[in-house]
């Protein structure tokens, strides 16, 4: 029953991840770019809404309500203003681009908020800690369950946006070639910028769930970078449901390398990404 536990709650976690890399993924299907910055703008987004929730006294996900909104201005901006340039370079000057804005977010979120480590799981009350037992060694936790539920539905709306939508049209024809796309009347710099507010108002989603469920600081956002992309690489560069079953391959992962021995959770998820990598369709990824 121990090793049944550890799988529910790995697949809860796993949801956690999915949130975290379905932006990475949006992002890397329309440019072909990966965001380094990914796991700072969530970062960036939970101590927007911590300061809103201190602020206000409201919960948590009430405090999220306002913040998506900035965040979804601030991904279409950031495009417009700093993608959309290192775009025109050739695909390293993005990367090295998103890189500096990574550490630029990292330095203002220490400068404002110090590097004191902070959590919203007392604000959302019983939400964060509560849970349903099935048996004596067999819970669902409210929380992972919820995480799990929204990832879901974000994946299944990205799904239904790409495939039902004139704008998610737009986006695969651009994704696929933008000068022909844009002979036929379809703006891609306009794409581009829409597809990052969503990445970045997602990333947000996935900072506050982080935010709820443990402790982040202003050097949290490496770390979900990097969960973020090994759950993308799991479940398939640029798949939509694929970025679902790598993060909870990932977090099934993580909870039973820890149910063994908890110093080595974080090493079975590194275990699992490099024999991805180390399998054909890996190495197809590296090339």
């Not at 349903?132 to 669902?140: A, I, P």
């Not at 597809?195 to 982080?210: H, K, R, S």
């Amino acid at each position: 029953m121990t090793w049944v536990n550890a799988i529910l709650q790995g697949i809860f976690l796993g949801g956690l991840y999915a949130l975290f890399a379905c932006g990475l993924s949006l992002i890397f299907g329309v440019m072909r770019i990966i965001n380094l910055a990914h796991g700072d703008l969530a970062v960036l987004g939970a101590f927007l809404v911590w300061s809103v929730t201190v602020t206000a006294g409201a919960d948590p996900f009430v405090a999220l309500l306002p913040v998506l909104p900035v965040m979804l201005v601030l991904g279409y901006l950031l495009h417009r203003t700093v993608l959309a340039r290192s775009l025109r370079g050739g695909p390293l000057t993005p990367l090295l681009t998103t890189f500096g804005l990574a550490i630029v977010i990292q330095n203002g979120l220490l400068q404002a908020y110090s590097p004191d480590v902070r959590s919203l799981g007392g604000a959302a009350g019983g939400l964060a800690t509560g849970s349903w037992r099935l048996t004596d060694q067999l819970s669902v936790s409210y929380l992972g369950l919820l995480v799990l539920v929204v990832a879901v539905l974000v994946l299944g709306g990205l799904h239904l946006l790409l495939r039902r939508t004139r704008f998610g049209r737009e986006m695969r024809a651009t994704a696929q070639d933008p000068d022909t796309a844009a002979l036929v009347g379809i703006p891609a710099q306009s794409v581009y910028a829409k597809a990052t507010a969503i990445a970045v108002a997602t990333a947000t989603l996935a900072g506050v769930f982080l935010a709820v469920r443990s402790t982040f600081d202003a050097s949290s956002g490496p770390t979900q970078l990097i969960f973020a992309f090994e759950a993308v690489v799991i479940g398939g560069l640029g798949s939509i449901w694929g970025t679902l079953t790598g993060g909870i391959v990932l977090g099934v992962a993580q909870t039973l390398g820890a149910t063994v021995d908890p110093q080595y959770s974080i090493l079975a998820g590194h275990l699992v990404f490099l024999a991805v990598l180390a399998s054909p369709r890996g190495r197809a990824v590296i090339r």
